[in-house]
């Protein structure tokens, strides 16, 4: 970026607070853009797969996969929320609620996040699931809504709870009773379906796939280009940077990545008060950007869990499996460190459990060469210093944090 357009097309730094952030929740990953670039084909997949429910008030349903940041969690957000703009136009009215079943353990907590959309004071608990399902019935004949569940991240429900709530919400209006469900599962794995009975697979046929494949390098030039162009001042990020974003997201053609580089780059470049983002910038943010949103799921454990996983994280920094007994007795010092109360050996296996449901550790049974049954735990996604390293920030208090 040559200093004359930075300068002169642009007002004076001071003026702008020092900042290149014009509006830096352009980059959150929670805002959801306007438009999803390069995702025209699913958009009118699902526009089709759904046009019965636009025209005769019927329900459908969809299967969205493909690899982490593809956009399919922001692609069904928008087309759901376009969905529900465009329903009153044909005399119909339709909503969505959006429930990550990462973060959400079980049927009976996914059900909870679906009522509180009509009812944010439905209590926690003290209701059944066919009580909490009756309810839903209610709610949405008193509405007269359509209602669209989009369940993310599918296969961590499935696998916790099996598929009794997928078949019930794919069987809803057989069940009598006015109101409509359509249902929208996310996951990034293409088999994630398996796990269903045959009946409630039926209505997963083929026809109802949703395929998001890995962004080229060519689209997260486009997309980096275009989230930049909302969040930073003019002129502050050079194509020559995005190039550089492009580069290092298309590893793995994940949008989330290129967008977070964008972030950190910028955050950089503000710390030094550099007035534009340069190359450097953008080298030193890779190494600030996790390939995987660890941070979204930490937020979700409470911090008995969290010390379970940095337990099994710092074990894990030496060996690829660990045993229980290994974490266990790594949990107990972590507690003490932190001070915590540490939890009885039943209590620790059943997070260990959940942590494995949610997909943060991987437990299975030991195989040759190991006398007897131990559970075997290793890590997944995340190398184990980072993860520790990303656990410990959020256990300590803001000040001591860095
Ligand atoms: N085509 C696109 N145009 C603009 N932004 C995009 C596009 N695709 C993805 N993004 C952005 O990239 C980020 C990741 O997208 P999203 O969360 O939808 O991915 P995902 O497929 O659900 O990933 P995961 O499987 O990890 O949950 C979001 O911030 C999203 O807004
Ligand atoms: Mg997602």
Redesign the pocket.
Known sequence: MSLWRSRAYERPMALRGGTVFKDKAKLS?D???E?????DAQLQRLQSLFRPLLDAGASSTAFLH???????????RRFATDLGRAAPEKGKAAEYVLVNCRQRMGDDSVLLAILKKFDERFPDRGFSIPEKLQTLRGQLERHKVHLIVIL??ADALLKKSGPQLVYTFTRWGEEGGRSTVSLLL?S?KADALDKLDAAARSTFRRGNEVD?PR?TRK?LW??AR??ADLAFHPATVPDEVIDLVADLAAEDG???R??EILLYAGLAADDENAGEVGAEHVRGAKGEVHP??VEDRLKGLDVTRKLVLLAVARKARKKTYVTTGEAEEAYAIACEEFGEKKRGHTQFWKYLKELDALGLIEAKLSGEGVVGKTTMISLPEVPAKPLAQLIETSLRPRSAAK
Do not use: C, M, N, W
């Not at 438009?35 to 995702?39: E, M, V, W």
């Not at 493909?66 to 399919?72: L, Q, S, W």
């Open positions: 990953f805002f959801v853009p438009t999803l670039l390069h995702r493909g690899p982490v940041g593809t956009g399919k969690t922001h692609l069904s993310d991240e996310i990034q998001f962004y689209e486009d997309i275009y989230r994940d949008a989330r290129a967008i995987t949103h």
